[in-house]
C-alpha cells in the first residue's frame, strides 16, 4: 500500500485517497475547433511513461481536497508533492 | 544427496541467435506474440519470423493470469472475437499435440442486485443471439451447479442466480505457452529470449526494423505484443497510445482436496475463483488505481478479494494465502483490446488486453497475424483498430464484460 503525503494532513494510508489520474490535461481552449483527432487526443490518450509521472489525487477520507503528486511508476517512489494550482513543492 | 538427477528433457524449442533480416518481428514472446508467429506460420506460410522477449518466454502475463477462458462478453464484437478464440482453444490441444489441460468446466457468473440480474438475463439472451452457449441459473440451480457457494438468504449479498457458460473453464497457461512455442519452432520461427528492443530503425516514415540488445535486425514489419509495457516501445517512435499500464494481482492458496468444480465470478463482490488441477485455489480481483510497472500492487486490494472470497466461499476460512503476485496490464480507456494498424508504416500493435488477454490468446494471434500478413485487419479485429477512438465507435465492455473493470 502508498504511503501518500497529503499536503494538508501529512502521510496517510492509500485506502483513504481517491485517484485522479494525469494532471495538468488542460481543457481545450476552444473545443469547437478541434479535429476529430485532437478531440480523441485530449479524451483518451494520456502520458504512460516508465518514470516519472504527475497525477492527481484527492484526500476523500480526510480534508478531501485536490493535489499533484510525482511518482516514479518503476518503483512508487513519490518524489514530490504540490498543492493543486502550485508549483511550489510541499513537504508535509 | 547422492541421488543422481534426471536425465533434462528435450527443449521443446532451439535458442537460436538472431538473423540480421526477418520478414516479420514480433516483439513480446508471451501468448500472443506465440500464437501470432504460431499462425502466421500456419495460416499465411510466413515462416520467416522472429518473436524477441526481452525476459524469458511467457514469463510477463503470461505465467501470472488466473487462466480463466470464456466468451460471454455482452457486445457482439468481443463475443465474436472471444468465441472465436472458445473455439479454437476446443482444437489446439490435438492440433498442437500437447494436453494442456483445458478443461471446460463451466463459469459462473453470480448476480447478487436487480441490476446483475438483468444485466445477466440480457448478457444471457445476447450471448445466445451471437451462437455463444448461455444460460441463466436461480439460486437453487447455482446450488447444484457449485454446492461451496453460499446461496443462502442472510448472506451480505445473498446469491439471486447466475449466468452459466458450460462451455467456458481454464487451462494450464505455462503448458498452453510451450505448445505453442514448439510448433511456432517446428515452422522455423526463432525464439529469441534475452533481447530486448530498445528502439526502432526507421526509413523516413515507415519501420524498416528494431534495435536490440543482441543488435540491429530488419524487418519487413515489426507486431507489438508487450501487453503493459507497449506505451514504452510505442514512444519510441514518437507513437501515442491510448493505454495505461496499471498492476493487477492474483494469489492462490496450498494445494486442497478438489472442492470447486467450476469458475466463479462475481462483479458485485469482486472475486474470480478456480481450483487449479494440482489443486491450489486460484483467485484474482481488479487492478489497483494508480498506474505502475512494479509488477507489485497494493495489500488492500488483496485483502478486499479475500473478504470477497470468504462471503462467497464460507469454506476457504481455514485455507491460506501461499502466494500472491502483480503483473502490468494494458488498460484501454474502453476496456477492450486494440488490434491492428498503426501511423507509422509496416508498425503494428496488439495490446489494451488489459485484465483478460488469456482467453483471446488463439484468436489473437489468429487475428494478428491476418492483419500482419495481408495488411488489412480480419472482420474479427477490424472494429477494434484504434481508429475507434477518432471515429468514436467504441466497444465499451466497462461493466459489460460480465466483469468489473
Known amino acids: ?51 516519472p509521472f504527475t497525477e492527481q489525487w484527492v484526500h476523500t477520507a480526510g480534508c478531501r481536497r485536490w493535489f499533484t503528486l510525482v511518482r516514479d511508476t518503476t518503483c512508487n517512489d513519490i518524489l514530490a508533492v504540490h498543492r493543486t494550482g502550485t508549483t511550489n513543492p510541499v513537504h508535509p | 544427496m547422492s541421488h543422481e538427477l534426471p536425465e533434462h528433457p528435450d527443449w521443446l524449442w532451439r535458442n537460436p541467435d538472431p538473423k540480421p533480416s526477418y520478414d516479420v518481428v514480433v516483439v513480446g514472446a508471451g501468448g500472443h506474440g506465440l500464437a501470432t508467429a504460431y499462425y502466421l506460420a500456419k495460416n499465411h506460410g510466413i515462416t520467416n519470423v522472429a518473436v524477441l ?33 472458445l473455439k479454437l482453444w476446443e482444437v489446439l490441444p490435438e492440433e498442437l499435440e500437447y494436453d494442456f489441460l483445458f478443461s471446460q468446466r463451466g463459469v459462473l457468473n453470480l448476480a447478487h442486485t436487480l441490476q446483475d440480474v438483468r444485466e445477466g438475463v440480457r448478457r444471457v439472451h445476447a450471448n445466445r443471439l451471437g451462437g455463444v ?56 520461427v526463432d525464439l529469441i529470449q534475452g533481447c530486448e528492443v530498445t528502439g526502432f530503425l526507421r526509413d523516413g516514415d515507415r519501420v524498416v526494423g528494431v534495435e536490440t540488445t543482441r543488435g540491429r535486425i530488419n524487418a519487413g514489419k515489426v507486431a507489438l505484443a508487450a501487453a503493459g509495457h507497449t506505451s514504452t516501445l510505442a514512444a519510441r517512435v514518437g507513437l501515442r497510445l491510448p493505454i495505461q499500464s496499471h498492476p493487477l494481482q492474483a494469489l492462490v ?74 503483473g502490468v496490464v494494458d488498460v484501454s480507456p474502453d476496456a477492450s483490446p486494440v488490434v491492428g494498424l498503426t501511423p507509422v508504416e509496416n508498425l503494428l500493435v496488439n495490446c489494451g488486453w488489459g485484465t483478460g488477454g488469456f482467453k483471446a490468446t488463439p484468436a489473437a494471434g489468429w487475428v494478428y497475424a491476418h492483419t500482419i500478413a495481408t495488411g488489412q485487419p480480419h472482420p474479427l479485429n477490424a472494429p477494434f483498430g484504434l481508429e475507434r477512438f477518432t471515429t468514436g465507435a467504441l466497444i465499451d465492455e466497462h461493466g459489460a464484460a460480465a466483469v468489473a473493470h
Open chain 1, 1 to 51: 500500500m502508498l504511503l501518500i503525503p497529503c499536503p494538508w494532513c501529512g502521510d496517510r494510508d492509500e485506502t483513504e485517497f481517491g485517484y485522479g489520474g494525469q494532471a495538468h490535461v488542460p481543457y481545450p481552449e476552444a473545443p469547437e475547433t478541434l479535429t476529430d483527432a485532437e478531440w480523441a487526443e485530449y479524451l483518451f490518450v494520456r502520458d504512460n511513461p516508465e518514470g
Open chain 2, 53 to 85: 522477449e526481452r525476459g524469458w518466454l511467457a514469463g510477463g502475463n503470461m505465467a501470472r493470469n488466473t487462466t480463466i477462458i470464456r466468451s460471454n462478453y455482452l457486445w457482439d464484437e468481443s463475443a465474436a472475437l472471444y468465441e472465436h478464440a
Open chain 2, 253 to 326: 492458496s496450498e494445494l486442497l482436496e478438489p472442492v470447486h468444480p467450476c469458475v466463479v465470478m462475481s462483479n458485485h463482490v469482486h472475486v474470480y475463483v478456480s481450483q487449479a488441477h494440482k489443486g491450489e485455489l486460484v483467485m484474482g480481483a481488479g487492478i489497483d488505481a494508480y498506474p505502475s510497472y512494479t509488477r507489485r500492487g497494493s495489500v488492500q486490494i488483496i485483502e478486499a478479494q479475500m473478504a470477497a472470497a470468504l462471503e462467497l466461499f464460507p469454506l476457504f476460512g481455514r485455507a491460506h494465502v501461499i502466494r500472491t503476485w502483480g
Open chain 2, 133 to 188: 452457449d448461455a444460460e441463466w441459473l436461480s439460486t437453487e440451480d447455482v446450488k447444484k451447479f457449485c454446492p461451496i457457494v453460499n446461496t443462502s438468504s442472510d448472506a451480505r449479498y445473498p446469491v439471486l442466480g447466475a449466468t452459466l457458460q458450460p462451455r467456458a473453464g481454464i487451462a494450464k497457461h505455462d503448458h498452453v505457452a510451450w505448445a505453442l512455442a514448439r510448433k511456432a519452432d517446428a515452422y522455423g
